[in-house]
């Protein structure tokens, strides 16, 4: 099916969109067909779908924006091959703007814009078509979509979106150079016409710079921008569009170019001399003062140091990090009577020097400072400065010339100067010195020996003023002279053997002496006069101020001679010559074959004889340990012997024997006193008979009464036991007396007898007293009464009871009395 076209305007606006943009031709759209009948899809099975022509039929719409026309802006019609023209089909579009920016006839397919379109807002709308039976409403072919494109018009000018613009350029930098690259945008459509080709030129600065047509790009166009002169341009670039034809948009924006410094200018004195006065007392270090060159350059490259090319010899400078200042200092002490006035040239040279501009001239300049010195009073100086060395003889007089200090007042007045010598630095008052001359003069004799140097302080000062005062050191070095005499190195001994033989060294000696002589000692020895006639050794000079002892015979003998005394004779080279007597001791000693010394019994002797000190004190100490010792022993056994004492006298309560007697009943106090066991020692004499014939005393006390009791009694051990018929008939006849006078043998014995222990052993003796209530209490004594208890049902008690069933079974009675 052939396209629709309208005429008129339309027909116009449709051929000037052609100009830009190719046709897109005809659209194809599949369509398959749906009303085959069930049994062909059967038979068919899985056959692909018969391809059918095309029903939709239109071109690519094209709309021109921003129409202002007051109808509504044709864009063109959808229609299908089915369509016959009889108005049964309806057609209808969704989508983009559908029903408000565009509008359909549902009849014809004809679309139209509504609304003003602006393609920088929006470039294009998607659509979708729909063909649809009119009676029916059954769609007459499937859904398709469609593209309506605005087309374009040149109604927006170039925008500079980045702008203002800020760049920069070194000065001094050639035609050409690169500054840096503006843009512009055109929001028209690049791909339709001219209206988006932009173009670039400079409307206000195109002397300095210029601008590259279609870059973008600004360049310098001369090339002695100075930025001193000038540091920044404005600019102002245009940017038209349609490629700069005529009728084309432009828009402006304003460029701002700061010129970047460069190292091109030289540092620069403001004057050419400057001066200054500083005081000749000033110290080292002292500032003078400040000078500062410019420079118009800036940042780093005003950096700058400073040197001296004149008068360097008195004076520094140095470089403030901050100031860039020159700081001129001391730097030697300065003296008005020597040179008032100095010239310094400065110099100031830049550090960063740029080597493309080395040909504009030299980076560098001077100036001259001028320092003026004025004068202070000084105190007096002393010549040389640094002090004065002298000697003198340590034999020289009292009062005696040692040296003379010389000092002068600086100034140029010239007044006189007084010394002194500093009594901290010389207090035993060894020199004097003359305070208007400044001789130093001996004040007492010098012993070199004592000390060899002299470091004295000598005080200079004005005579006028006082306070005008310096310092010196004086050292005075003592000359030596010949006046101690060498002497032995030590006290030698030597030991020879009895075997020795002719010829033989037995000992080096050496000598020293407290001098110092500047050529050095030589000493020569001899044997003293009283040892000429000496036979048995010989001394031997060696030459180098040591000598040698040699046997001269043999067949020595300790036991007819075991010490030799040899004096010698010691002489210095003087002048004068001193000289001293020394004796070596030579000990004659017995050796085994390899002549190893065995003994020495002189020596041993007259060592023994004359103990050193710390020997003695050894000796003292190890007696006294041993004294010690003996004490500690002896303490240490009495202490033990104590302790024996004293446990054996703790024992005493052990030996106490006990009978097991029993006693007299409750009421029996009379049987014997007790408190005459309690103090043995305190026995009151026998009343009216004495006992000359004790009893045995082996034996232990018995009661002696009548001899009837004496015959009923049985004795038992240690222990008498009587019956209670017979103590209670003897009990009132007893002599206590006669058991006092038994214990008081007892003790005596004790106490003459020098084999027992030295305490004494108790024994008790009892009784049973008379008339007990209570009779007597022993169950032997049940025996011999006649007694109504049977006892006999204790043998029936079993082998545990036998025994003291047998006690109280009836027995016979000759058998109770003879037990």
């Not at 080395?358 to 004025?374: A, E, M, P, W, Y």
């Not at 010598?421 to 010098?446: C, N, V, W, Y």
């Not at 103990?611 to 190890?622: Q, R, T």
């Not at 006298?649 to 066991?677: C, P």
Request: charged content about 25%; some cysteine; overall charge negative.
């Amino acid at each position: 099916m052939a396209p629709s076209w309208t005429s008129g305007g339309w027909t116009l606006l449709t051929a000037l969109s052609f100009l830009g943009c190719c046709s897109l031709g005809w659209c194809e759209v599949s369509r398959t067909s749906g009303s085959t009948s069930a049994g062909s899809t059967q038979e068919q099975g899985a056959s692909s779908p018969e391809r059918v022509k095309r029903g939709w039929v239109w071109n690519q719409f094209f709309v021109v924006e921003e129409y202002t026309g007051t109808e509504p802006l044709y864009v063109g019609k959808i229609h299908t091959d089915s369509d016959e023209g009889e108005g049964n089909i309806h057609y209808t579009i969704s989508g983009e703007g559908a029903g408000s920016i565009f509008l359909i006839d549902e009849l014809t397919g004809d679309i139209h814009a509504t609304e003003r379109l602006d393609r920088e807002e929006k470039a294009f709308y998607t659509l979708r078509a729909q063909a649809r039976d009119l009676l029916s409403n059954d769609p007459l072919e499937p859904e398709s979509e469609f593209v309506i494109k605005v087309q374009d018009i040149n109604d927006s000018e170039p925008k500079f979106l980045e702008g203002p613009y800020i760049g920069s350029v070194a000065e001094l930098s050639p035609i050409g150079t690169s500054v840096m690259k503006v843009t512009a945008s055109d929001a028209d459509d690049p791909t339709y016409g001219s209206s988006a080709r932009v173009v670039y030129s400079v409307l206000d600065g195109e002397k300095f710079f210029t601008v590259d047509r279609h870059s973008g790009i600004i360049m310098t166009a001369v090339a002695d921008l100075d930025r001193e002169t000038q540091d920044r341009y404005e600019l102002v670039v245009k940017a038209t569009d349609m490629a700069g034809q005529m009728g084309g948009l432009s828009g402006s924006t304003t460029v701002t170019i700061v010129i970047t410094d460069v190292n091109d200018n030289p540092p620069r004195f403001p004057q050419k001399m400057y001066q200054f006065s500083v005081s000749e007392g000033s110290v080292v270090g002292t500032p003078v003062g400040r000078v500062i060159a410019t420079d118009a350059d800036m940042a780093e490259n005003t950096d700058m140091s400073y040197l001296i090319k004149e008068g360097g010899e008195l004076f520094k400078v140095t470089t403030d990090a901050e100031t860039q200042e020159a700081i001129v200092s001391i730097k030697k002490p300065l003296d008005f009577e020597s040179k008032r006035t100095h010239n310094v040239v400065v110099e100031a040279v830049n550090k960063h020097v740029d080597p493309r501009f080395v040909d504009l001239g030299s980076f560098r300049d001077q100036t001259i400072v001028r320092v003026s010195v004025s004068d202070i009073d000084e105190p007096p100086i002393f010549q040389p400065a640094e002090g004065t060395i002298m000697e003198v003889q340590e034999d020289a007089k009292l009062g005696a010339l040692v040296g003379v200090v010389t000092a002068r007042d600086p100034d140029v007045k010239n007044k006189p100067v007084r010394f002194s010598i500093d009594r901290t630095t010389d207090q035993e008052m060894i020199f004097h010195i003359d305070p208007d001359s400044g001789a130093i003069t001996l004040g007492k004799i010098l012993d070199r020996e004592t000390a060899g140097w002299h470091n004295i302080s000598v005080n200079a000062v004005e005579a006028d003023n006082h306070t005008m005062a310096s310092h010196s050191a004086v050292c005075i070095r003592i000359l030596d002279v010949n006046d101690n005499p060498p002497e032995l190195a030590t006290p030698y001994e030597a030991s020879i053997c009895e075997d020795s033989k002719p010829g033989q060294l037995i000992h080096t000696i050496s000598v020293v002496d407290r001098d110092e002589p500047q050529t050095g000692h030589r000493f020569y020895f001899t044997l003293a006069p009283e040892a000429s006639s000496n036979r048995h050794f010989t001394l031997w000079d060696v030459k180098d101020n040591t000598a040698g002892i040699r046997t001269q015979r043999s067949g020595f003998n300790r036991h007819e001679q075991n010490v030799y005394f040899l004096p010698i004779l010691v002489v210095d080279s003087g002048p004068p010559s001193l000289s001293s007597t020394g004796t070596l001791t030579i000990h004659v000693c017995g050796c085994d074959t390899e002549g190893t010394i065995q003994s020495c019994n002189a020596t041993a002797y007259v060592m023994s004889a004359a103990l050193s000190p710390g020997a003695l004190i050894a000796l003292l100490v190890c007696m006294l340990i041993l004294i010690v010792l003996v004490l500690l022993i002896l303490t240490l056994k009495r202490h033990r012997k104590g302790q024996r004492m004293a446990e054996d006298e703790e024992d005493m309560r052990d030996n106490v024997i006990k009978y097991n007697d029993e006693g007299g009943g409750e009421q029996d106090t009379q049987a014997y006193d007790m408190s005459a066991l309690r103090n043995l020692y305190d026995f009151p004499e026998a009343k009216g008979s004495s006992c000359d014939s004790g009893p045995d005393l082996r034996s232990l006390p018995q009661w002696m009464t009548q001899a009837s009791s004496r015959a009923g009694a049985r004795e038992e051990g240690a222990t008498t036991t009587t019956t209670a018929a017979s103590v209670s008939a003897t009990a009132a006849a007893t002599d206590f007396s006669l058991f006092k006078g038994y214990i008081r043998k007892k003790v005596e014995q004790a106490d003459s007898d020098l084999s027992v222990p030295p305490y004494d052993s108790f024994q008790t003796y009892a009784f049973e007293g008379t008339s007990s209530p209570a009779l007597s209490l022993s169950s032997i004594h049940t025996l011999s009464t006649t007694s109504e208890q049977d006892f006999s049902y204790l043998s029936d008690w079993g082998p545990r009871f036998r025994q003291l069933a047998g006690y109280y079974a009836p027995g016979n009675p000759d058998e109770d009395a003879g037990s």
